[in-house]
T-cell receptor
């Protein structure tokens, strides 16, 4: 059953803690993306990766970090440097970077207590 | 930066009516895509229209693209309560550097009343 998964669905974090969101895909896609969505708003690109061991900053990368050690996995770490981390985080993948259709995971809702 | 902006921000219609949403963008594009998002879920791709296309159909969906006006519209015909969702346009802007990405608008919240 091909697709893209994210875990956990809900995540609570205390201020000052780092937290890592998981994203896995078995679609054999080269490109993967992380977006942030705030209530009633569109998606803003945090980081993206076109191939393994390579990633690029998006529009709002400050306070976030990523790694791409495997083609299937693109975890996102929300660091304590992110001033307002409470949001809905969406991971996506595409066969080709940028132009191709993106397939989204179900999202992780992060709440900072 | 937001490349695409949807209009209206919210739309409420009766089941069976048609729903039209518009998207405007600022720079030249390679293609424009429409996505749907149910509340609290991920986005689902609906349709892609390339810059050299003017109209595209998929089931009850009809998308138009006017590159001279830098705008696109999404028409959902014979709407159903299950069409209730947020709809986003996403543009792939040409000439934005070595790695092109999609830029999403802020969305139209469609409510279809039974």
């Amino acid at each position: 059953d091909g697709g893209i998964t994210q875990s956990p669905k809900y995540l609570f974090r205390k201020e000052g803690q780092n937290v890592t969101l998981s994203c896995e895909q078995n679609l054999n896609h080269d490109a993967m993306y992380w977006y942030r969505q705030d209530p009633g708003q569109g998606l803003r690109l945090i980081y993206y990766s076109q191939i393994v061991n390579d990633f690029q900053k998006g529009d709002i990368a400050e306070g976030y970090s990523v790694s791409r050690e495997k083609k299937e996995s693109f975890p996102l770490t929300v660091t304590s440097a992110q001033k307002n981390p409470t949001a809905f985080y969406l991971c996506a993948s595409s066969a080709l970077a940028g132009t191709d259709t993106q397939y989204f995971g179900p999202g992780t809702r992060l709440t900072v207590l | 930066s937001q490349q695409g902006e949807e209009d209206p921000q919210a739309l409420s219609i009766q089941e069976g009516e048609n729903a039209t949403m518009n998207c405007s963008y600022k720079t030249s594009i390679n293609n424009l895509q429409w996505y749907r998002q149910n509340s609290g879920r991920g986005l689902v791709h609906l349709i892609l229209i390339r810059s050299n296309e003017r109209e595209k159909h998929s089931g009850r969906l009809r998308v138009t693209l006017d590159t001279s006006k830098k705008s696109s519209s999404l028409l959902i015909t014979a709407s159903r309560a299950a069409d209730t969702a947020s709809y986003f346009c996403a543009t792939d802007a040409s000439g934005s550097g070595s790695a092109r990405q999609l830029t999403f608008g802020s969305g139209t919240q469609l409510t279809v009343l039974p």
